[in-house]
């Protein structure tokens, strides 16, 4: 569990709405209303859950102890894979309008650059890949879009005390200033992060590995010209032998998080007393002369930790209550966030009684795996931050002493940032039976590519996951962006239950307005999915790819989608 001491300052810039608590219609001291799904916590995972819920067409009540969105210095840093999330279920525009994207890195050794990166980007991308913007915003912005959806109650000061399996699913207890009830559903999703009684009552434990070094947590008020670049300095002189990083985010407010000695007591190391001289040395070194203030500091530790399912009958876990993710590469709300993407499709689905709940297992499936390659990640860029031992260390410094004039180490010293994770081995996905010459592999996640979108009468410019509902899609590409008329028709045979999307890439421009179709203008879309006319990808409702075949295969697309779903056996037991 990260260890955190905190303080606040004056100048803390961001002014929360604060809510009540209230009770819900009781009889005997139970909600009167049966639920299908009750998440527990309304951080950004809980929060992003309910909304990707809502998109697919399901209510859920949010339980949250606190009452208001979260603060403080948590998360900051984004990724274009979480913003690609959020386009989905129509929220990033704000997070777009607020975050600042960033441009690159540069570490220092001691006084010297010895490694400079540009972020990945390319004339494909319609966003950013990372943008910088405080968790309180992050969450603001979740419960705006949950609220707007009317379909999420997120009820505030409300604390679980107690679950227990109950007839029909879940019943669980809740306390609240205002008095205490207990409520049934069918699900609940413990997004109730690093102390998670959701996890406790299904009996599951998080294992892997907790790191000693501690780092503390500074946000400052400093008005600085420098651009939005991940910043890091090893053994720098201003404080010798500790590493030192920061990052810019929006209002001005600057973040610096420095390594503590083993030595030093963490509870001192975080009185302002202390703080304020080392992060004054850190500016002065790096040219910054202006007047600046500290708005928040706190203390961190790395926890590198998985649960080894995350489904516990009719408990599933999500978040920092699944897996706990070291900060250096910024996996934790990211992966938090590719969770609620998976679990929430799958978690519909059930609910409206189209799947099995056997579907659910494939979440636990797919996001386990995904945590350990986070955690694997994670770790290489926490030991190289702070090493763990005096071999890692020997490791370390020849690195750094060498990197400058040696381009093959700079890889070394690469942060590693988080990118979307592919479901190697995922139960759903089709194996490819025909050799592919490109194109995302089942598991994967769309490639993004410009396109002419052809539906109105004046056709505009727009991108390839543009095409891509928060439903089952199959994307043929065609030459005059029509699918053919069997593989159409299975939109509407499928059923609203499963909404499967039927999408046309039309390699010549349509002379008249066509439904659902995207004219590859410059080709490339083609190039970078292997296509030809008649070749068909189908994706899933998070924007992995299912399956692929070289021609329009209808019966095949009908096929993998029944496997997803299983036969609808009528539901017995937990
Ligand atoms: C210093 C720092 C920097 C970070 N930087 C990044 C970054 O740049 N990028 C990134 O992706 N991640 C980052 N992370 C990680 C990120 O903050 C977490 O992964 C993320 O907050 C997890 O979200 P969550 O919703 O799962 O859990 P939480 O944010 O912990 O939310 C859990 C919620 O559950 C509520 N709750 C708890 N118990 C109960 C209960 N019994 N009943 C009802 N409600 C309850 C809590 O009040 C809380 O609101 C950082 C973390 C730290 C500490």
Redesign the pocket.
């Known amino acids: 569990m ?1 260890e ?1 001491s905190t303080r606040a300052f004056a100048q803390y810039p961001y002014l929360a709405r604060r809510f009540a608590a209230r009770l819900p219609t009781l009889r005997s001291g139970i909600e009167d209303r049966h639920h299908a799904v009750v998440i ?9 859950t309910a909304l990707a819920l809502a998109r697919h067409g399901v209510p859920s009540v949010v ?4 009452d208001s ?2 603060v ?8 274009r894979r ?1 913003l690609e999330i959020l386009t989905r279920y129509g929220a990033a525009r704000k997070f777009l309008a607020t975050g600042l994207p960033w441009v690159g890195g540069r570490s220092f050794y001691r006084d010297e650059e010895v490694l400079h990166f540009s972020m990945p980007h390319d004339e494909n991308q319609r966003l950013p890949p990372m943008i ?1 913007i405080q ?1 309180y915003y992050i ?1 603001d912005f979740l419960l705006e879009a949950a609220e707007s959806s009317g379909l999420v109650e997120v009820r505030w000061q ?4 107690g679950i227990c399996a109950s007839k029909s699913g879940v019943r669980l207890s ?1 306390e609240t200033p205002v008095g205490g009830y207990e409520l049934d559903t069918e699900w609940a999703i413990g ?8 996890r406790e009552a299904a009996g599951l434990r998080l294992r892997g590995t907790s790191y000693e070094g501690r ?1 503390v ?1 500074v946000d400052l008020a400093l008005k600085s010209a420098r651009q939005t670049e991940r910043l890091a300095w090893f053994d720098p002189p201003s404080n010798p032998g500790s590493t030192i990083l920061m ?1 810019r985010q929006p209002d001005d407010v600057w ?1 610096i ?1 420095y390594q503590l000695r083993d030595d030093e007591d963490p509870e001192t190391a975080v009185l302002p007393e202390n703080v304020i001289p080392r992060v004054a040395n850190h500016l002065r070194m790096i040219g910054e002369r202006q007047d600046w203030s500290p708005i928040w500091i ?1 203390l ?1 530790r790395a926890n590198a930790l998985t649960l080894e399912t995350y489904r516990a009958g009719r408990l599933l876990l ?5 897996h ?2 070291p ?1 250096f590469g ?8 590719e ?1 609620a993407d998976n679990l929430a499709w799958k978690l519909a689905l059930v609910v409206r009684g189209a799947a099995r709940k056997e579907l659910l297992d494939s979440y636990s499936a797919e996001r386990v795996p995904a945590a350990r390659e986070n955690l694997r990640q994670g770790m290489k860029s926490t030991e190289f931050m702070s090493p763990p031992s005096f071999g890692f260390e020997l490791m370390r410094t020849a690195v750094l002493g060498l990197a400058a004039r040696q381009s093959f180490l700079r890889p070394l010293i690469n942060p590693r940032q ?1 990118q979307a994770i592919r479901y190697t081995d995922s139960p759903l996905s089709l194996s490819d039976r025909t050799t592919w010459s490109a194109g995302p592999e089942p598991g994967s996640v769309a490639l993004e590519c410009p396109v002419t979108l052809c539906d109105q009468e004046a056709p505009r410019f727009g991108h390839f996951t543009e095409l891509l509902a928060p439903a089952f899609t199959a994307v043929c590409f065609t030459e005059n962006g029509r699918p053919p008329e069997e593989l159409a028709m299975l939109a509407v045979s499928a059923g609203a239950a499963v909404p499967l999307r039927v999408v046309g890439i039309a390699a010549r421009q349509p002379s008249a307005p066509v439904p659902a179709c995207g004219w590859d203008h410059t080709g490339r879309l083609t190039a970078l999915y292997g296509a030809a006319p008649g070749t068909v990808y189908l994706f899933r409702p998070d924007g992995h790819v299912l399956a692929r075949w070289h021609e329009p295969a209808t019966h095949a697309v009908h096929l993998a989608l029944q496997r997803v779903l299983g036969a609808s056996a009528p539901e017995k037991g937990p």
Do not use: K, M, P, W
């Open positions: 990260s955190r527990v916590g309304g951080g950004i995972v809980g929060l992003a339980i949250e102890a606190d969105v979260c403080g210095s948590r998360a900051i840093c984004l990724s979480s910088n968790q969450e409300s604390r679980i005390s809740i997004c109730d992060g690093a102390r998670s009684s959701v780092y947590i990052h973040r998080d706190s961190y999500a978040g920092d209550a699944a706990l993710v900060i910024v996996r934790g709300a990211n992966s938090g966030f969770d988080t």
